[in-house]
């Protein structure tokens, strides 16, 4: 059982948003403002999409946005592209003796 | 560019140790801004962080596998390693080699291709 709770698979139709949240404790998403997101498409080395909550790294998408509320932190996708098919990964870091924690990944399906 | 590149065997028989190194290239593993981290991913599975170094040398490991694993930097030959000791097929996985900025993040930025190691007699 991952640390972080997401859901198992999200859909929806080119252009339109979705959004992938990310549940942790208040050891961690709820503590601090370290959370970051990944995409993994089939075979692919995970790449880095938003840290630190709601930043993009240079060359992402504007699409990709990120929000957090307590202890939940949430990945928001809008104007769905078939290419934005792919595995989603939160992670957090935590004052638990683990460190860093991931989520157990969120399967996007666009239709 | 930053590059990483695991090296390793692809295949450890079980109870024997998996041995991986991680090479940097375009960077120093004797920054003081970053930390170098071992991810692995089972097939078909998710994420797990596995540890991380400092170029001091402090580690930091993930409980479920502290008493197996340990993390040590090479700082003249710009490498990172991995030792996981007593493997069994439950450790049969991707293994990735990571740059995290600081110490209280979960940002990786770089990343290397990933290695398979399959534990099997």
């Known amino acids: 059982q991952s640390a972080l709770t997401q859901p198992a698979s999200v859909s929806g139709s080119p252009g339109q948003s979705i959004t992938i949240s990310c549940t942790g404790t208040?050891?961690?998403?709820?503590?601090?403002?370290?959370v970051s997101w990944y995409q993994q498409h089939p075979g692919k080395v995970p790449k880095l999409i938003i840290y630190?909550?709601?930043h993009r790294p240079s060359g992402v998408s504007y699409r990709f946005s990120g929000s957090k509320s307590g202890n939940t932190a949430s990945l928001t996708i809008s104007g769905l592209q078939a290419e934005d098919e792919a595995v989603y990964y939160c992670?957090?870091?935590?004052?638990?003796?683990?460190?860093?924690?991931f989520g157990g990944g969120t399967i996007l399906t666009v239709l | 560019q930053l590059q990483l590149q695991e090296s390793g065997p692809g295949l450890v028989k079980p109870s024997e140790t998996l041995s991986l190194i991680c090479s940097v290239s375009?960077?120093?593993?004797?920054?003081?801004?970053?930390?170098w981290d071992w991810i692995r991913q089972p097939p078909g599975k998710g994420l797990e962080w596995i540890g991380t170094?400092?170029?001091?040398?402090?580690?930091y490991y993930n409980p479920s596998l502290k008493s197996r694993v340990s993390i040590s930097v090479d700082t003249s030959r710009n490498q990172f390693s991995l030792s996981l000791t007593s493997v069994t097929a439950a450790d049969t996985a991707v293994y990735y080699c990571?740059?995290?900025?600081?110490?209280?993040?979960?940002?990786?930025?770089?990343w290397g291709q990933g290695t398979l190691v399959t534990v099997s007699s």
């Open positions: 990571a740059r995290r900025i600081t110490a209280a993040s979960a940002y990786f930025d770089y």
């Open positions: 375009g960077g120093s593993t004797s920054s003081s801004s970053y930390y």
């Open positions: 170094m400092y170029y001091s040398g402090s580690t």
């Open positions: 208040s050891s961690d998403v709820g503590a601090y403002n370290y």
């Open positions: 630190d909550v709601g």
């Open positions: 992670a957090s870091y935590t004052s638990s003796r683990t460190y860093v924690v």
